[in-house]
């Protein structure tokens, strides 16, 4: 039987992109592992950082592709593990939003092996920073809400769209590039107004980072025509009104909102 003691798995959060946006211990565990497992959205400038002596395993999905089905994932890192490796499992954003952390968590744990998380900058508070939008403001929205805008096996979105509809809360959406039409048309459906503004952010805090502002009612016809680059989630709420235009070509301002 494997001597399970020595190995252990570290689920750490890259950050929205931004190297310098990483935790000091994220740092340092990413710089001493014996193997990264990395997803396809953990940004370039961080991956430069892992020594190039480390032996690098990519997982990335990406839609209707993945290198690795998700139990073949948490088996490699079982097995990783069980050898007696320091693995970090590394992930973009925040491992327990929208990372699956959480699911590769309780299958270690049920195979005996020793994982902890390190947290990272999701990618809502990322983009909020970078771009000057809060996620909350006084008189404009009293509270915030994450959802996934993309289901496993590309399965009907159920999400609550009547609580989603929300004048008073800003919604961020993860993963939504390929279905914001469906999510426009349900948020509008039950009662969000068709200028309800919409900033659509991709690769934030990276020198790729684009911007889209829209409304609810175009946001659609904008990205079909601007095509912003994965990584991408869109706010939406009344927030969006405090973005200032900026003096960088990377601005799109695809429709005037006021």
Request: charged residues 20%; aromatic residues 4%; glycine residues 8%.
């Amino acid at each position: 039987m494997k001597d399970l003691s020595q190995g252990r798995v570290l689920l750490v959060g890259a950050g929205p992109g931004d190297p310098e946006l990483l935790t000091v211990k994220a740092l340092r565990v990413i710089q001493t592992a014996d193997v990264v497992v990395f997803d396809r959205l953990v940004s370039p400038e961080i991956m430069a950082l892992i020594p190039g002596t480390t032996r690098r395993i990519d997982v990335g999905k990406s839609p209707k592709c993945h290198k690795l089905p998700q139990d073949d994932i948490n088996a490699l890192l079982v097995a990783l593990a069980s050898d007696g490796l320091m693995v970090v499992r590394l992930k973009g954003g925040d491992p327990l939003i929208f990372g699956r952390g959480s699911e590769e968590a309780a299958v270690l744990r049920k195979a005996g092996i020793d994982c902890d998380y390190i947290p990272g900058i999701t990618s809502a508070q990322g983009a909020s920073s970078s771009t000057g939008v809060p996620l909350t403001h006084r008189g404009l929205a009293t509270g915030v809400r994450y959802v996934t805008g993309h289901r496993a096996a590309d399965a009907r979105l159920d999400l609550d769209w009547p609580s989603l509809a929300c004048a008073d809360t800003t919604l961020v959406c993860y993963m939504s590039a390929m279905n914001i039409a469906e999510i426009a048309f349900e948020l509008m459906r039950h009662g969000l107004p068709s200028k309800t503004p919409v900033l659509s952010v991709a690769s934030a805090t990276t020198p790729r980072e684009t911007r889209i502002v829209s409304t609810l009612g175009g946001i659609a016809a904008d990205v079909a025509t601007h095509r912003p680059e994965a990584p991408v989630l869109f706010i939406i709420g009344r927030v969006v009104s405090l973005y200032g235009v900026l003096p960088d070509a990377a601005v799109l301002r695809a429709q005037n909102y006021a």
